[in-house]
């Protein structure tokens, strides 16, 4: 058992550092991997040092950070709301973020108060959908879920409406929709990076508790644990990582949707090593689909949204159908 | 039905024969108008065939006095052409020129309102590829002709320019504009065209660094304005890799209005790095219209391009 989780881990993270090194070596623009080293070492010319230092190693770590935080929040939030469905996105956060970025872009602000607006706007959604669903001190899971889903369609026409009555700025509207990584630099880098590392980590030291609640929330206050407290951290908390994830990439469906399911179907249910699991293969997954996107047509560039379902979908396919017959068998 | 076709061949025939004559007389007829100064322009015959642009033929039984138009590109060719005062029905998007602004708007983004359009009693629709084939379809069926009109390249625009021509009876007036236009770029072009090319990067959106690749007027306009469109090597409007570009080094980044913030753009990992950037040779287009739509104003945007990338020949 332990051994099977340890070469389980072993691969992944073996994997996950030949992902880094894969995307950080190709590219649209073919450099030898001499050159590489040499910029590593601190040589090469200047456009490989641009290339590889301010363009790829940047867009290589967000991927993989932004992977990893759909991904454990994608977790906890299947958990937590007991829908197989439930992402990320679930409580309203990318509607809120696209609502907040569709105003920055109609009042013409910059990169960075584009991505500022949309994560306020964001966390703005996900309090108000949880100050419907609270009555007192307790929490309903169901209305927050219906509750998020109704104020993402809301939030979607008022985004509609938008864009019919600003024409000018219609395609940059569609254009951040679709998700990506082609803007990201050093500094957003370092903007997300704690965000959602530390936020990954706080929901990780309640696994425990998590998988507590999964057994039932009566269950779980039999075993001491404060139900009500674990719920508002986790959700606070993936909220705000989802929030920033969306602000630096936009909107990129799946990968905290179907990463927990399949890293479940891999290693099971238990929360201490499902999302440390989950982490590296959201981290992977994303790294590997923005590789992906940046070189399947080069020098087009392709919304890494496209990639994300396009792969995601039917291997999370592939695997249910997998586990299915493993279980008739038996 | 045997005899109904062979009815209809026949018919098709004497059409074709009777276009051919109505050519030949437009011919004949031209050098003597040339002459006599106070003629009016060529009646065209109705009812009149033309082909649109998706290769149909379609007849318009009676010179149209209400015309609709689907696209913001037509509507401002209409108006060059003098028959704006029978445009009743326009797209939200249109604001060229200024008067269209009164016009009756008949949709929005998502196509246009086949009610709407209906209730100004059209006698002719100009359409394009995003008015939706059912919804131009229905309006066939009502008897109403739809012609479509896409003009991809300059010379594409002269044909729209002929066709809107025809059927309002202003191909005298046609035939001036597209002179007019041919004139301006040649003028720009002999300027610019012993001079070094320079490399230019259009930039439409800054997120996801969208910008316009081959088949598009702006790559055109780079040419013939003295530069080479560096994202030529994709098609259409595509999202652009950053490290392309920092290859490729362009020596002059142009932007639309509605890109993105400039100071964001030169601060920007990648673009930072550009000899556009180095220099300080990011400009953005006065307004994105006279670039992208297939009108005559598009020779504003050629000079204004022109003069971004070889500012030296037109002091």
Not at chain 1, 159 to 178: A, G, K
Request: proline share 4%; charged share 20%.
């Amino acid at each position: 058992m332990g051994v099977k989780k340890g070469i389980y881990f072993g691969t992944a993270f073996s994997l996950l550092v030949f992902t880094m090194i894969l995307s950080i070596s190709a590219g649209a623009v073919k450099i030898p991997l001499q050159e590489i080293l040499n910029v590593f070492l601190g040589g090469g010319s200047e456009t490989s040092r641009t290339i590889i230092l301010n363009l790829r190693l940047p867009r290589a770590i967000e991927s993989a950070i932004v992977g990893m935080g759909l991904s454990v929040v994608g977790t906890f939030f299947q958990g937590l709301l007991r829908n197989p469905m439930a992402d990320p996105y679930v409580l309203g956060v990318s509607s809120g973020a696209a609502f907040g970025a569709t105003i920055a872009i109609i009042l013409g602000f910059g990169i960075f108060g584009l991505s500022f607006m949309a994560f306020i706007t964001s966390l703005m959604t996900v309090f108000f959908v949880y100050t419907i669903s609270r009555t007192g001190t307790r929490v309903s899971m169901t209305t927050m879920l219906l509750a998020g889903i109704a104020i993402s369609a809301f939030m979607s026409a008022i985004i509609s409406l938008m864009m019919l009555l600003n024409h000018d700025e219609f395609s940059r509207i569609v254009f951040w929709t679709m998700g990506g990584f082609s803007l990201i630099n050093w500094n957003s880098v370092v903007f997300t990076t704690p965000i959602i590392v530390i936020g990954s980590f706080v929901m990780y030291v309640f696994s425990r508790d998590v998988n507590a609640i999964l057994t039932g929330e009566e269950v779980a206050e039999h075993l001491g644990v404060n139900t009500e407290l674990v719920k508002k951290i986790i959700l606070i908390t993936g909220s705000l990582v989802t929030a920033t994830a969306v602000s630096v990439g936009g909107i990129i469906g799946f990968v905290g949707l179907i990463v927990p399911h399949i890293s479940r179907l891999i290693v099971g249910p238990d929360n201490r090593i499902l999302v440390p699991f989950s982490a590296i293969s959201g981290a992977i997954f994303l790294t590997f689909a923005d590789l992906l996107a940046r070189i399947i047509l080069k020098p087009m560039e392709i919304p890494i949204g496209i990639i994300t379902a396009a792969f995601g979908g039917p291997f999370f396919l592939y695997l249910l159908i997998k586990s299915k017959q493993k279980s008739e068998g038996m | 039905m045997r005899r109904f076709k062979g009815l209809l061949a026949l018919l098709v025939v004497f059409a074709l024969m009777f276009s051919l004559a109505a050519c030949s007389t437009n011919n004949a007829t031209k050098p003597q108008d040339t002459s006599q100064t106070a003629t009016e322009t060529v009646k065209t015959q109705f009812p009149l065939k033309v082909t649109d642009f998706l290769g149909r033929e379609v007849t318009i039984e009676k010179e149209p006095q209400r015309i609709v138009s689907l696209a913001p590109s037509t509507t401002e060719l209409i108006y060059a052409l003098g028959a704006g005062n029978k445009v009743v029905g326009v797209t939200d998007f249109d604001n060229y020129p200024p008067e269209v602004k009164d016009v009756p708007k008949v949709g929005g983004f998502k196509g246009p309102n086949v009610e709407a359009i209906t209730a100004q009693k059209p006698d002719i629709i100009f359409a394009s590829t995003l008015s939706g084939k059912e919804q131009m379809e229905s309006l066939e069926k009502m008897g109403i002709p739809v012609v479509m009109l896409e003009a991809k390249d300059i010379d594409q625009i002269y044909q729209s320019i002929k066709i809107i021509g025809q059927i309002t009876g202003t191909e005298k007036k046609g035939e001036e504009i597209i002179k007019e236009m041919q004139d301006k770029i040649k003028e720009i072009n002999d300027k610019v065209k012993n001079l070094p090319k320079v490399s230019v990067f259009y930039l439409v959106s800054l997120d996801g660094n969208w910008t316009s690749g081959k088949g598009t007027f702006i790559d055109e306009l780079i040419n013939l304005a003295g530069g080479k469109n560096v994202a030529e090597d994709v098609n259409g409007w595509a999202q652009y890799s950053v490290e392309e570009l920092v290859k490729k080094n362009p020596d002059v980044i142009i932007t639309s209005p509605h890109a993105g913030d400039v100071k964001d753009i030169k601060n920007m990992a990648g673009y930072k790095d550009t000899n556009a950037v180095k220099n300080d040779k990011v400009f953005v287009i006065s307004n994105d219209d006279i670039i992208s739509r297939a009108s005559n104003r598009i020779v504003l945007g050629l000079e204004e391009i022109a003069k971004f990338l070889h500012p030296e020949a037109f002091k």
